[in-house]
């Protein structure tokens, strides 16, 4: 067992799932990421489109990179700008 899994956490957080067709809350995070915050400096810029697809094909990559290190398969992208 694992150091996190021994944590005490309130209620019945541990029995808590992500929300369906998630397979983890680190999937779900990257796929429902609002990265607009990031991007309001560049927001009269023609390039602000631009850098949101960035950050969130960026967040993407990481979440799989770490998958694939993990020896998991890689997940495709799901959404695009909410």
Do not use: C
Request: no cysteine; hydrophobic share 35%.
């Amino acid at each position: 067992m694992s150091e996190i899994d021994k944590e005490k956490l309130p209620g019945n957080a541990r029995d808590r799932q992500p929300p369906e067709g998630y397979g983890s809350w680190l999937e779900y995070a990257v796929d429902t990421f609002d990265s607009r915050p990031n991007i309001l400096h560049t927001l009269f810029a023609d390039t602000s489109s631009d850098l949101r697809e960035w950050i969130e094909d960026t967040a993407w990559a990481e979440l799989n990179d770490l998958r694939v290190r993990a020896g998991l398969a890689p997940i495709e992208q799901r959404s695009k700008h909410r």
